[in-house]
């Protein structure tokens, strides 16, 4: 079992659409948790870093993280054609340095 | 525009060329990796460098060879590259090694003849 599990995609939806991106991971140690997006040719860019569980807006993103059950989403309200990239969740233990733990990223098509 | 800038883009060479990746960023990070990511996969950490010390070696094959002259540059030192080094090799930093968030630069396509 790998230690984040991200659904590959590809996720299609109409532009407006509200977008629920997904993970789930196992290691109860982790703490922070990321969500990058990626457009094709480029590195992955920071959406949205978070620690333990609760909610975090900026924009039309919402990141939500519930620890009890090892559960963490990318909401993305009013979806653009801009949009379409990789998301790619990832997570971080509270102490210490390990390497950040990815998903294996959902590919998003937001149609015009 | 990415705050860590990698270059070059694109650099295709001979298994028995060498050449360098180069990265630089100038947000006053002190920790900074190189990653190699694969088409349709997530990005693998290769090094990490904290204090312009390497902190940690993923098991790299000695063919690529970090450096870390002072705190906003990082380069990788390539040579005799195998066909499946092949990839898109990224560059990220963090304030510090730790729990921080880490910012990708746009990355080198690398491709081996």
């Known amino acids: 079992q790998k230690e984040v599990e991200q659904d590959p995609g590809p996720l299609s939806v109409p532009e407006g659409a509200i977008v629920s991106l997904n993970c789930t991971y196992s290691n109860s140690a982790f703490q922070y948790f990321m969500w990058y997006r990626q457009y094709s040719r480029k590195g992955p860019e920071l959406l949205m870093y978070?620690?333990?569980?609760g909610n975090k807006e900026d924009g039309r993103f919402t990141a939500q993280v519930d620890k009890s059950s090892k559960y963490i989403s990318l909401f993305i309200r009013d979806s653009q054609p801009s949009d379409s990239a990789t998301y790619l969740c990832a997570t971080l233990p509270a102490t210490g340095f390990q390497k950040l733990v990815f998903g294996t990223g959902t590919r998003l098509l937001v149609s015009p | 525009d990415t705050e860590v800038t990698q270059t070059p883009k694109h650099l295709v060479m001979g298994m028995t060329n060498k050449k360098s990746l180069k990265c630089e960023q100038h947000?006053?990070?002190?920790?900074m990796y190189w990653y190699k990511q694969k088409a349709k996969k997530p990005p693998e950490l290769m090094f990490v460098y904290s204090y312009e010390k390497l902190s940690i070696n993923e098991s790299v094959p000695s063919r690529f060879s970090p450096e870390c002259p002072n705190s906003s540059l990082l380069n990788l030192h390539l040579h005799a590259l195998q066909p499946e080094d092949s990839a898109l090799y990224l560059c990220a930093s963090s304030q510090v090694e730790g729990n921080q968030p880490q910012h990708f630069g746009d990355g080198t396509r690398l491709s081996i003849l």
């Open positions: 978070t620690y333990s569980s």
């Open positions: 947000m006053g990070h002190r920790a």
